[in-house]
């Protein structure tokens, strides 16, 4: 039974590595930008909920009505101001931007928030608190299972997108040929925008969830930066459900590792995605990333 | 009425110059054929009217208006469309996904899915399998299909029968000859003479990004187009090399 617990908690962990995962694999897979600013933006997530929840004395869950919203417009600036310029140079330029991105963010944070560790979890209400217990040895707790369901339907409802609409047609025709894509009147850049927009959206709901699950502090962000990059890795890119699945490995990985011992957590983890790189599939996912 | 008038256009690739000071006007519902070696520009010349290749220098109208600045998919919602060379599929996306996305910023005009496969019976079959797995003649033809999509007053052709087993390179100049023949304003490039002059009204041949021979199809005889080709000095018409 106990082995059922810690399945069951690996899975939703991973449930919040995939929200996590998701903004990454979507930039990665529309415009093959490995975004290394993306935990540090899931951060600036966080801080933003606990801003709007101690100023205003609301649910960090409703604070997200304010923070979804106003981090769409963040997203999609980023890529116009910076992104974009920096895609002109080529496939290296990017990551440097965006590596230098996670450094200001991380200072900035520092200079205004201190370096204290904060969470979200007191004030976002009796959720975070309850649980089933079915057993003695297996509890599920509310909070889990809603991020587990908020995920399904993020990555879920991301992938209907990008399969049934015509928004989400573009997105997947700029994606496998952006040149030809503005020859059939695409305009590539807002497609662009429009994902890194998606993707720093669902990256700040990560960071509330993270928030309200554990603590945060400003230098937060490159763990679940490794954690995301993992996730997207072991599910394969360029399929958002692959995502979900590699976030729950990684999630289940981890909580068996911690189970045998608590120093195996990451361990366990990191096996897991080095496995998976070393695996024919793996190896066909490098072999493509250098071709490209 | 003059539908496309290029004046002194440059266009380069690096230190490339790839096309050197070209000048031309099509009518409306004019075909007109671009002949010309490998690496004569041809292929430049028709990006750079598309829009997907920026213009180093000169001036592109269409209907009146000024678009040398305007980039590729803003050409397309004024009507014009490129199939590019290699056809250029979204390999992942089905027959119907690819024409569909070409079909989001169409003009008003008679393309629809349905038109276009019908104008291709060959597709209809296979209109829910992946591009990727098309044969190069059904992939053309899904090509061509998508920039019909967007109801092009000028279609761009390049190199539509480049790497297609003989019968599909005849398959697909069977279907193009029935569209051409309603209208569309075309220009065509193409590395096969006979090929060109059937289809064109007026053939232009380039080497190395300047026009040396210029004509009417029925009026230019294929010695003529052959010399220009090659730059065998002197035989070609107006604006020959030195």
Redesign the interface.
């Known amino acids: 039974m106990i082995w059922v617990s810690v399945v069951i908690q690996g899975v939703l962990l991973g449930a919040v590595y995939s929200l996590f995962a998701c903004g990454l694999s979507l930039m990665f897979g529309v415009m093959r930008i490995i975004n290394l600013a993306h935990g540090d933006i899931a951060v600036v997530g966080a801080y933003l909920a606990w801003v709007v929840a101690t100023k205003a004395g609301v649910s960090p869950f409703v604070s997200l009505i304010v923070i979804l919203p106003a981090m769409l417009v963040v997203g999609y600036a980023l890529q116009v101001a910076l992104l974009a310029r920096s895609l002109r140079g080529g496939q290296l330029v990017p990551l440097l931007t965006t590596f230098g991105l996670a450094i200001v963010i991380q200072n900035v944070l520092l200079e205004i928030f201190s370096p204290d560790v904060r969470s979200l979890g007191a004030s976002a209400g009796a959720i975070t608190k309850s649980s089933w217990r079915i057993t003695d040895a297996l509890a599920i707790s509310w909070f889990g299972v809603a991020i587990l369901v908020v995920a399904v339907l993020v990555l879920g409802g991301l992938d209907v997108f990008l399969r049934r609409t015509a928004l989400g047609r573009e997105m997947r025709a700029t994606a496998q040929d952006p040149d030809a894509a503005q020859l059939v009147g695409v305009d590539a850049r807002a497609v662009y925008a429009r994902a890194t927009a998606i993707a720093v959206a669902t990256a700040a709901l990560a960071g509330t969830f993270l928030a309200i699950r554990s603590t945060f502090e400003p230098s937060s962000g490159p763990t679940q930066l490794i954690f995301a990059f993992e996730a997207v890795v072991i599910g394969g890119t360029g399929s958002l459900w692959g995502t979900l699945v590699g976030g729950i490995v990684l999630g289940v990985a981890q909580t068996i590792g911690a189970h045998i011992h608590p120093q195996y957590s990451m361990l366990a983890g990191h096996l897991v995605f080095l496995a998976v790189l070393a695996s024919p599939r793996g190896r066909m996912l490098l072999a493509r990333s250098a071709r490209t | 009425m003059t539908l496309l008038s290029v004046e002194r256009l440059d266009a380069r690739h690096g230190l490339l110059h790839a096309v050197r000071g070209v000048s031309l006007a099509l009518a409306e519902g004019e075909k007109l054929a671009l002949v010309g070696a490998n690496g004569a520009g041809k292929t430049t010349l028709l990006r750079a009217l598309?829009?997907?290749h920026p213009a180093a220098a000169g001036t592109v109208r269409f209907d009146g208006a000024d678009i040398t600045a305007l980039?590729?998919?803003r050409r397309?919602?004024l009507g014009i469309?490129?199939v590019?060379e290699g056809r250029?599929?979204?390999?992942?996306?089905t027959v119907v996904?690819?024409l569909?996305?070409?079909g989001?910023?169409?003009r008003p005009g008679p393309w629809t899915v349905d038109t276009v496969l019908d104008a291709f019976p060959l597709l209809r079959p296979l209109r829910h399998r992946r591009a990727a797995n098309l044969s190069g003649g059904e992939q053309q033809a899904t090509a061509i299909g998508?920039?019909l999509?967007?109801n092009p007053r000028l279609l761009l052709l390049d190199e539509v029968s480049l790497g297609l087993a003989p019968q599909a390179v005849d398959a697909v100049y069977e279907s193009l000859t029935g569209l051409i023949a309603s209208g569309t304003t075309v220009v065509l490039v193409e590395q096969d003479l006979a090929r060109g002059m059937q289809i064109a009204d007026r053939v232009i041949c380039l080497l190395e990004g300047r026009i040396v021979l210029e004509g009417a199809a029925a009026e230019l005889t294929r010695e003529r187009v052959t010399a220009a080709y090659f730059g065998l000095g002197g035989l070609g018409g107006a604006g020959g090399k030195p």
């Open positions: 598309a829009g997907a980039p590729a998919h397309v919602a469309a490129l590019p250029r599929l979204f390999p992942e996306m996904e690819n569909l996305v070409a989001r910023h169409r998508r920039a999509m967007t």
